[in-house]
């Protein structure tokens, strides 16, 4: 966790955003951020999930604990500094959350395959029932649609009681679902403001190759003679 006058938090902090603004499309948010202590329940398909939360509560200012398992806190130790706590270390999530700060659980316990929630653990609503603070499920998506690169979407859906938490998280992603499936490839869904402004596509900015042959094409088309009779 953060450590006072240690510079690698800065340090990976300011890599992960980083990573999301060359390797992401953008990340785009719905639904009331929490403005306090809460548990956040997302879903957990994704990659990005735990840097995509983390980059909103720096935006936001607040304290983030994201529970990570042993086994990817021992590859990447240096998360600690971030704010990456581990699975056995329930009773500081629940101090984390219970003096204000967001504190992040995901319900599958790991990263899942695309497609329907997996098999939820009790650990996330166990917690906010200990913390006495809101339990907040988190639709999160990641995926290509029309950019070049991968989009980030996240649903906050309202705090639930703890016991309606897999009906709720179901819920949610099925709006978020519901809400990519309707809307433009080109454009983000209605109601979704953009967080994190990503990398630009091709069709958004086209390098100097890309504008070489679109202007060679354009004076050729120019050059061919009209057709003289109708096309067969």
Known sequence: MPVEGDWTGPLVRLSIRRSLRAELAGVYVTGPLPPGGAVLAPNHQSWWDGYLLGELAWQCGADLRVMMTERQLGRFPFLRRVGAIGT??????VRHARRGGWTVLFPEGALQ??????????????????????????????LVRGAQK??????????????????ALRAAVARLDADLHAADPDLPPAGYLRWVRGASSVHDRPGLPTRLLARLTTLQGASLPAPKGPLR
């Not at 991968?150 to 859906?157: D, H, I, K, L």
């Open 113 to 142: 395959p695309p497609g329907p929630l997996g098999a939820l653990h009790p650990g996330a609503a166990w917690v906010a029932r200990q913390a006495g603070v809101p339990l907040i499920p988190v639709g999160l998506r990641v």
């Open 88 to 93: 056995g270390e329930v009773r500081a999530a």
């Open 150 to 167: 991968p989009e980030a979407f996240v649903r906050f859906a309202p705090p639930m009681p703890p016991a309606d938490l897999a009906g």
